[in-house]
């Protein structure tokens, strides 16, 4: 059975990844992006995937981007809230507009995207909601206050929804990963990165299509038996 998945943050990196692998599931696939609209053109050409544009910081831009998606493309059955973003810096120098952006954007989005299509899961008996949160949100990591607390608060977040929405048939998981081998993580310093893998016992970066097979079998009918859990994909680099 084909369904519409909307990923979050869905043009490159982790999000790009997952949203391929759930096109190769068989669904039908569109993401979300906000600000690199030649990121977006580039992986709607190279994948066929189409490209919404809204600020998922934003409630009622979320509402209407949804409302968008699902008047095109059918009700949204499995959602992934891949998007974030880092302000880093020590607490002591962060400021509050630096707090601010990385809580609504990586945490308050996925309280709106999930608002704006949960209640339609209920009502079909069907969904899938999985949030991509990080090792530095189960761990906490230097200079990254305001990261590692809205990563760690999907994971409450997710446990609740699971909690209230498991008899409904809607599911909803955390998938944190560890360092994986992106565009970011390869413009660190390669004397920083081989720290960095120094500390990974199987002694590698995470590739984003590992992401990607995970988020794909945590939106599958095999699945079904699988919520409010958190699955760490961080090649043993912290152990919960």
């Not at 979050?8 to 979300?32: C, F, K, M, N, W």
């Not at 690199?36 to 509402?63: H, L």
């Not at 607490?91 to 707090?99: F, G, Q, T, V, Y």
Request: charge should be negative; hydrophobic fraction near 45%; glycine fraction near 12%.
């Amino acid at each position: 059975m084909t369904r519409t998945a909307l990923v979050t943050g869905g043009t490159r990196g982790i999000g790009a990844a997952i949203a391929r692998a759930l096109s190769e599931a068989g669904h039908q696939v569109v993401v979300t992006y906000q600000g690199n609209d030649e990121a977006a053109a580039a992986f709607t050409r190279d994948t066929g995937i189409p490209a919404s544009k809204w600020d998922v910081a934003d409630f009622e831009a979320c509402e209407a981007g949804v409302a968008g998606v699902e008047a095109e493309h059918g009700p949204v059955d499995v959602l992934v809230n891949n998007a974030g973003i880092t302000r880093d810096g020590t607490l002591h120098k962060m400021s509050a507009e630096d707090w601010d952006a990385v809580i609504r954007t990586n945490l308050t989005s996925a309280f709106n995207m999930t608002r704006a299509v949960i209640n339609g899961m209920r009502d079909r008996g069907f969904g899938r909601i999985i949030q991509i949160s990080s090792i530095n949100g189960q761990k906490g990591q230097m200079g990254q206050a305001n990261y590692a607390a809205a990563k760690a608060g999907l994971v409450g977040f997710t446990k609740s929804v699971a909690q209230e929405n498991a008899r409904r048939g809607v599911t909803a998981n955390v998938v944190a990963p560890g360092y994986i081998g992106t565009e970011m993580v390869a413009a660190v310093p390669e004397n920083v990165l081989e720290k960095i893998i120094g500390q990974i016992p199987v002694n590698r970066l995470g590739e984003a299509e590992e992401i990607g097979q995970a988020v794909a079998y945590l939106a599958s009918d095999a699945a079904a038996f699988v919520t409010g859990s958190t699955l760490s994909i961080n090649g043993g680099q912290y152990m919960v």
